[in-house]
C-alpha cells in the first residue's frame, strides 16, 4: 500500500515542477536575448537612427546581413553589446573613420555626421540580430 501510494507521489512531484522550471529558463533565456536591445536606447531613437541611415552613404559599404566593403550590421552587432560605450566608441568610428577591427580596408570618415546622429545610427545598428 505504501509503494502504490509513492509512486503517484512522485509523479504528482514531476508534474508540478516541470513547468516551474520550464518557465524558469525560458525566463532567463529571454532574459539574455532582450538584455542588450533593452540597453540600446528608446525605440525612437532606433528608428531615427534607422532614417539616418537609409539616407547617408553606408548602405553603398554596409547591407543588413551580408558583408560587402564593410562588415554586415547583423556581425556587428553580434560583436558589440549595446552599452554606453560600444556605442560612443562606433559613433566615432563612423565619425572618424578608420580599420583595423574587422580588416585592412578602412571605412571613410563622416565629419558631416554629427556625434548625436552617429549615436542614433550606431543604436540602431546594434538593435538588428
Ligand atoms: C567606404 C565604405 C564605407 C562606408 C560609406 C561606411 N562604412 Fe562603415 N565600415 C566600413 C569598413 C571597411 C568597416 C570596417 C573597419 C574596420 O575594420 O575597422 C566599417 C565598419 C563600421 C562599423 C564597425 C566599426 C568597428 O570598429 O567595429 C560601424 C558601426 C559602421 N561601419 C557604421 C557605418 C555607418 C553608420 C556608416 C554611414 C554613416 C558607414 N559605416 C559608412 C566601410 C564603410
Do not use: E
Not at 546581413?65 to 566615432?92: E, F, Q, W
Amino acid at each position: 500500500m505504501k509503494k502504490l501510494l509513492t509512486i503517484p507521489a512522485f509523479l504528482m512531484v514531476l508534474i508540478l515542477t516541470a513547468p516551474a522550471v520550464n518557465t524558469a529558463y525560458a525566463q532567463q533565456k529571454k532574459a539574455t536575448n532582450k538584455a542588450p536591445a533593452k540597453k540600446a536606447g528608446g525605440a525612437a531613437d532606433i528608428a531615427a537612427g534607422q532614417a539616418l541611415l537609409s539616407k547617408s552613404d553606408c548602405l553603398t559599404c554596409h547591407k543588413l546581413d551580408v558583408k560587402i566593403v564593410g562588415p554586415a550590421y547583423k556581425d556587428v552587432a553580434s560583436r558589440y553589446p549595446a552599452t554606453d560605450a560600444n556605442i560612443a566608441m562606433l559613433a566615432k568610428k563612423v565619425i572618424d573613420g578608420g580599420s583595423g577591427a574587422w580588416g585592412q580596408i578602412p571605412m571613410s570618415p563622416h565629419p558631416n555626421v554629427t556625434p548625436a546622429d552617429a549615436k542614433k545610427m550606431v543604436k540602431y545598428i546594434l538593435s538588428v540580430k
